[in-house]
């Protein structure tokens, strides 16, 4: 196995793991509603941030092109979470706990399967012959964005 393929498909698998979990001295964020809200904010613009590289990485060919439909089934559900989250939100804003408990399963059911999608890509790292370079992450202080699927080469 190379090298750089194992340090990339290593660090996908710790940020997202990162993300999952949180540690005993967890902060929650200002203006966050409550512990739920924070985390599940940390984990959506992690998400965010290694579905970026991902694509930053497929297109510059230091990934299998198999992993766009990965990348892309992943953001699509990065999306669904999103949408949980705000849904959530409101709900606690909104004072209406069953509409608050049902997005907070939806967020939960998206996280265990953007985990189960990250395991598959990557597997598929690891098991391809590609010429890859470690990632860097990048996160901002706004909201998590939309993702938006990778295009393959000459289609917008």
Request: proline share 5%; aromatic share 8%; hydrophobic share 45%.
């Amino acid at each position: 196995m190379q090298p750089h393929r194992k340090a990339t498909a290593i660090l996908l698998c710790i940020v997202l793991a990162l993300a999952a979990c949180g540690g005993k001295a967890y902060r929650v964020h200002p203006g966050a509603v409550n512990t739920f809200d924070s985390k599940a904010y940390d984990a959506l613009l992690t998400w965010y941030g290694a579905l970026e590289q991902s694509k930053t990485e497929l297109a510059a060919g230091r990934i299998p092109g198999g992993s766009r439909t990965i990348i892309n089934k992943t953001g699509a559900v990065y999306n669904s979470a999103r949408a949980a989250w705000l849904a959530y939100r409101a709900a606690i804003r909104a004072g209406n706990a069953t509409d608050a408990a049902t997005a907070q399963q939806d967020f939960n059911r998206f996280q265990t399967e953007i985990l189960s999608l990250v395991d598959q890509l990557t597997r598929l790292i690891l098991s391809a012959d590609v010429s890859a370079a470690r990632p860097a992450l990048a996160y901002t202080d706004s909201d998590p964005p939309e993702f938006v699927p990778a295009v393959e080469r000459g289609n917008p």
